[in-house]
């Protein structure tokens, strides 16, 4: 079983509620005009499994000497010491990767996704030596560094905030994936991360379910 911290959308949310409809029954049905159905499935398949989020801390493991509860408490330390964070997203690329992605300043979810890494570090399993060699290929020293102290590479200054739409494309699938969200996306309103949500993977493959929202609680100085 692993557990991961993400940025999920408020249900109620205009957010949410383009993720639903990216991830919707009627678009795995039928695809969006310019990608193959099967092609298209196979682009959303990873985006459908770990859900419609942002990572704060990616998935990992439990040490056997703590429990769910440990997990819990942690994170509402710092759940406690942050305030909500208003965020305008718009359509980028990220490493290849179709992705929402902030526009201006990034430094209150940057020091979010660090005290999240760093209250998850003393309860979390060291990664297994073959998982850091496959997860290590194509990395650098940093980010080979960071892999093995933090079972991510893409942590503090290498975190990139930002919510995957779909696997790798090509040029011609990125420009239709773009006509479809192009013009929703731009409409979202001001994005409010104002809660972790905690997810649970409950067997290897498994879809990730949220299982606890925690809001943040510190109040904003104007």
């Known amino acids: 079983m692993r557990y991961a911290v993400y940025f999920c959308p408020a249900p109620a949310s205009a957010l949410a509620a383009l993720g639903r409809d990216w991830l919707s029954v009627e678009l795995a049905a039928h695809g969006i005009p310019g990608i193959p159905l099967t092609r298209w499935n196979a682009m959303l398949a990873d985006v459908r499994r770990y859900g419609w989020h942002a990572t704060l801390r990616s998935p990992f493991t439990l040490s056997p000497d703590v429990d769910l509860n440990d997990l819990r408490q942690a994170l509402q330390v710092v759940a406690r010491s942050h305030a909500p964070i208003n965020l305008p997203l718009r359509c980028a690329r990220l490493a290849g ?4 992605r902030p526009v201006g300043d990034c430094k209150a979810v940057n020091a979010l996704a660090a005290a999240c890494i760093e209250a998850v570090e003393p309860l979390r399993l060291p990664l ?7 997860r290590a290929s194509g990395l650098d020293a940093i980010e080979t560094h960071y892999l093995g102290r ?3 590479p893409y942590v503090f200054e290498r975190y990139r905030f930002h919510m995957t739409l779909s696997a790798p494309a090509s040029v011609e699938e990125e420009r239709a994936l773009q006509r479809w969200l192009s013009l929703r996306a731009s409409m979202l309103p001001t994005a409010r991360l104002d809660a972790l949500t905690l997810c649970v993977e409950p067997s290897p493959g498994a879809a990730f379910e949220p299982l606890e929202r925690i809001a943040l609680q510190k109040v904003s100085v104007a």
């Open 128 to 134: 297994a030596e073959t998982d850091f060699q496959r």
């Open 97 to 100: 990767f179709p992705a929402l």
């Open 150 to 152: 933090y079972g991510y």
